[in-house]
């Protein structure tokens, strides 16, 4: 496999969230506007490439029986980094996405690529396959974001389209079990065809 | 009074998975089948008791004196990962049947979200120690709830035609979300 269908790979063929259904609770969580669910992408993106970047590299140190807690060390170290530089650059956000950004830690996604992927391959592929995954989920938050803006509230990044309001279920909870289930049956009809 | 008020919303009003979307990993991948559903919340409610009393009582005698918080991610997930394990070991020494009846859902519990969360959300809220402990216990029954009534449903849908592209993870997500509708009626209780 050449490093470029590596890449590509996140987005469609092994989307974690819409085929691999990893990574639900900060998917129905934080997808409340586009904006929050593409904060929220780019944050696990960032951890995502950080913790397969350094566990490539440190594969070989690691003994065979403790890679998991390990594995969890490296990316619960990034995970803080993250935490950190949010509420310092981007407080807003960070107060938005509250609860959920110290949960990227027990994210399915980055400890399943970390033990499929890093630990297997080297510092490069490790990257372009971090960085692919990390672009494909923040990909499928910002379409399950959009979709919940547009009908909960009628509006895109805050940009308003409609004259008062959209229907106010799709920003609750109820919207986003249904807006996601409609989207994996249209993504599976559309792989499937 | 207190107490059943922390109950109430922790079951109801603010549910875990329905209203919180935390644990909802386990709650798409176990709620197949009622059993081990039951199993699952078994599980659950043991280890988030144990792990948001120990981490809480780390947070408040540890991480605080030593003005240490920032670690707290570190430490949290760590402490509740040795725990699970900790928890095999003693389960299968002292209670071989509970250890049976739990065995395979122990290990999956590392990974859900809800254990971490509740440990994050007690320290966030403030709480008492009391306070977390009633927490964790309701917020565990609240997550079991959840799991049980889709596992129901679903093991109904499974005798349903099911339109060919929503059958599995979409049907399941769409009767989450109707469920969620439900739980929405509770709001406003306390």
């Known amino acids: 496999m050449n490093q470029w269908q590596n890449f590509l790979k996140g987005f469609i063929k092994e989307n974690p969230i819409f085929v691999l259904v990893?990574?639900?609770?900060?998917?129905l969580g934080t997808t409340t506007s586009a904006m929050n669910g593409l904060g929220m992408g780019l944050a696990t993106a960032f951890v995502l490439v950080m913790s397969n970047v350094v566990i490539s590299?440190?594969?070989g140190l690691i003994p065979d029986k403790v890679r998991i807690p390990s594995f969890i060390v490296v990316i619960a170290s990034f995970v803080t980094v993250v935490d950190l530089l949010m509420a310092g650059y981007a407080p807003e956000l960070h107060e938005e996405l509250g609860l959920y950004i110290p949960l990227i830690v027990v994210n399915c996604i980055v400890l399943g690529r970390a033990e499929a992927f890093a630990s297997k391959n080297g510092v490069w592929s490790s990257f372009v396959d971090g960085l692919g995954m990390g672009l494909g989920f923040t990909f499928a938050l910002l379409i399950l974001g959009s979709v919940r803006e547009m009908l909960g509230s009628g509006s895109i990044f805050g940009l308003k389209f409609i004259h008062g309001?959209?229907?106010?279920v799709f920003v609750l909870a109820p919207g986003a079990f249904i807006a996601l289930g409609y989207i994996i049956a249209i993504v599976n009809k559309i792989r499937k065809a | 009074?207190?107490?059943f008020v922390i109950i109430i919303s922790a079951i109801f009003v603010s549910n875990i998975i329905l209203s919180q979307f935390l644990g909802i990993c386990p709650f798409l991948g176990v709620s197949t089948r009622i059993s081990t559903s039951v199993g699952m919340t078994g599980a659950v409610v043991f280890v988030m008791t144990i792990a948001t009393i120990t981490t809480y009582l780390l947070y408040y005698y540890v991480l605080e004196p030593l003005d240490l918080v920032f670690l707290k991610t570190i430490v949290f997930i760590l402490v509740i990962a040795a725990l699970v394990q900790m928890v095999e070991i003693i389960l299968k020494k002292s209670s071989?049947?509970?250890y049976q009846a739990l065995g395979i859902y122990l290990p999956l519990i590392t990974t859900n979200c809800a254990v971490l969360g509740v440990a994050l959300l007690v320290i966030q809220k403030n709480f008492q120690l009391m306070e977390s402990t009633v927490?964790?216990?309701?917020?565990g029954i609240g997550f079991g709830l959840a799991l049980v009534l889709l596992a129901s449903l679903r093991e109904q849908l499974d005798l349903v035609n099911v339109p060919k592209g929503m059958k599995g993870i979409p049907i399941a997500l769409v009767t989450a979300g109707i469920l969620s509708l439900a739980f929405m009626g509770f709001s406003g209780i306390v």
């Not at chain 1, 990893?22 to 998917?27: K, Q």
């Not at chain 1, 309001?165 to 106010?168: F, K, S, V």
């Open chain 2, 1 to 3: 009074m207190e107490y």
């Open chain 2, 96 to 98: 071989p049947s509970l």
């Open chain 1, 57 to 59: 590299l440190i594969k």
């Open chain 1, 165 to 168: 309001d959209g229907m106010l």
């Open chain 1, 22 to 27: 990893l990574g639900m609770c900060p998917t």
């Open chain 2, 135 to 139: 927490f964790a216990i309701a917020t």
